[in-house]
């Protein structure tokens, strides 16, 4: 099935079309750099600047301070302000859709790329509007001595944040979870769509996003780091002996396991989970993917319901039965039947002996 292509709408074309604007803007001043800003050298003996090549808005076009001063500077300022925010913005959109890239090599090697494409981000910005600042004619000391009350600012104000990329950092080289895996965070339960700088995002199967800061995430259960336990629990009747159904899962619960290709290992038969009010609860267990476990209790569901069906076994169904005592018909069962089904289930039981379930 083919994937529908988005709709072009205004949103999408106008953004692009002012990026190609500036980009045409951004090729134009580097075509005309000399005349635009000229070109200048020292000279080693006299120790005075010599243009080389003259900028065109050097020369006086007006007696009055100001705007003779808004055309020798604040205009190469500004087209430097361009360059420098369309180099930015390329930058960034390349990162973007790196930051896209959902496999490069293993989990760990993915999750560190998309981790450093997004620490390159803010590196980006934080260049640009340095970089804007000194086009605009701020002093490098000036320059400094700002970043030095904005990083003081930072800290006292923004303790949260510097909480948020230490934590990042250690999920990323601990490897507790990585891009792709399957976990339940706070009873919320996604895979791993992305490790950032300051936050972590979950994306469920319903496409919902969960967005956590890192320094926020306490507890997380890893779904994926071993395989996961897909259980399946069948109903039957109380009329029908335990000791031939039993022995009907015997004989095909092989090849259940071959139906199921999601199946790593399994199934296996637990035995009896429950005596109900008025059924016999039996539990299936199979070994599969966390990204599989339900298509896996979906499929097992089915394959049992269709060898139950085939062999007569019945499935009961909430209902009042009302009757006497003496009209029960009861099932036979066969001695070899019977010992059938106990080295069935004994065997069962030493090959799923590494599975758990309480109930």
């Known amino acids: 099935m083919k994937k529908k292509k988005g709709k072009i709408t205004a949103g999408k074309i106008i953004p692009w079309c002012l990026y190609g604007v500036l ?3 951004v090729i134009v001043i580097f075509v005309f750099w000399k005349e635009i800003f000229g070109r200048s050298h020292i000279d080693p003996f006299t120790k005075e600047l010599v243009w080389d090549y003259a900028p065109v808005f050097a020369k006086a076009v007006s007696e009055n301070t100001a705007l003779q001063t808004l055309y020798s500077e604040g205009i190469p300022g500004f087209l430097k302000c361009l360059v420098i925010l369309g180099i ?3 930058i960034g959109i390349g990162l973007h859709y790196l930051g896209k890239v959902r496999k490069i090599g293993s989990q760990k090697t993915t999750t560190i790329f998309i981790l450093i494409v997004n ?10 509007i340095f970089f804007i600042l000194s086009a605009c004619g701020l002093r490098s ?3 400094a001595a700002g970043a030095g009350i904005v990083a003081l600012i930072i800290g006292l104000g923004s303790q949260s944040l510097v909480a948020d990329i230490l934590a990042g950092i250690f999920i990323v080289f601990e490897g507790d979870y990585q891009v792709g895996d399957i976990v339940i965070l706070d009873g919320w339960r996604g895979e791993i769509q992305a490790i950032g700088v300051r936050t972590t995002k979950l994306i469920d199967a319903g496409g919902n996003i969960k967005i956590v800061n890192n320094s926020d995430i306490r507890s997380i259960i890893n779904q994926t780091k071993e395989l996961s336990i897909a259980k399946c629990y069948v109903s039957t009747k109380y009329e029908d002996r335990i000791e031939n159904i039993e022995a009907v899962i015997a004989d095909n619960i092989e090849a259940i396991g071959k139906k199921i290709p999601a199946i ?9 989970a429950e005596l109900g009010t008025s059924s016999v609860d039996l539990l299936f267990v199979a070994k599969c993917k966390e990204s599989d476990i339900y298509q896996v209790q979906r499929d097992l569901n089915r394959e049992i319901k269709i060898l139950f069906d085939d062999n007569n076994i019945g499935i009961p169904f909430p209902q009042i039965v009302v009757h006497k005592g003496e009209d029960d018909v009861k099932q036979t069962v066969t001695r070899k039947t019977i010992q059938k089904a106990e080295e069935f289930t004994e065997e069962q039981k030493e090959l799923s002996k590494d599975i758990d379930i309480k109930k």
């Open 119 to 128: 620490f390159l981000k803010w590196v980006v910005v934080i260049g640009a």
């Open 23 to 25: 980009m045409a803007a």
């Open 88 to 90: 930015a913005i390329t």
């Open 141 to 143: 000391e000036f320059s």
């Open 264 to 272: 790593v290992e399994g199934p296996f038969y637990k035995g009896v």
